[in-house]
């Protein structure tokens, strides 16, 4: 019994540390491979955006939306203008269809009231508060499944904060 259980232990952690690997290399090919684009922030009442070392991340896109009908799991499908700023074109379900200059982000609705985009907040170096306060913009990386990574604040020049 006790052999058995260190072979299915280990089996076990043989699978978490293979999928906790492949969910890394993933990770690392969004970041060499994806596009980057830049999401407006909403405008948020700055003294519940800052709570510690943390910022709390909302998308102007995802606003003015009825959130509850939509499905829980889908598709922003957006445009990029010129500087790489994304409008919004629709919601859809499905990956497809999808026109010339269209991408996918992946979103998921965990209630009724709120969508998740992506990255819904943002941590930084303590101390830091007054520096990140200035962010417009939220710069993510996408492939082209709309798997999405966040990869930094930026201001309203679009500089990296």
Known sequence: MKKSSLIIIGINLIIL??????????????LKHGQTIYLKLAPVDPRSLMQGDFMDLRYELSNDIVVDSLSSR???VVKMNAEGIAQLVRFQKEKLPLK????????TRPDK???NIGAESYFFQEGKADHFAE????GIKIDQHGNSLLIGLYDKKLNKL
């Not at 293979?18 to 690392?28: A, C, D, G, L």
């Not at 962010?135 to 939220?138: D, P, R, S, T």
């Open 113 to 115: 009231f709120r969508l």
């Open 17 to 30: 540390l293979t999928y906790f690997n492949y969910s890394v290399f993933k990770k690392e090919e969004i």
């Open 135 to 138: 962010a417009a913009f939220g």
């Open 100 to 107: 010339n200059e269209e991408h996918l982000i992946a979103y």
């Open 74 to 76: 889908g598709y922003c």
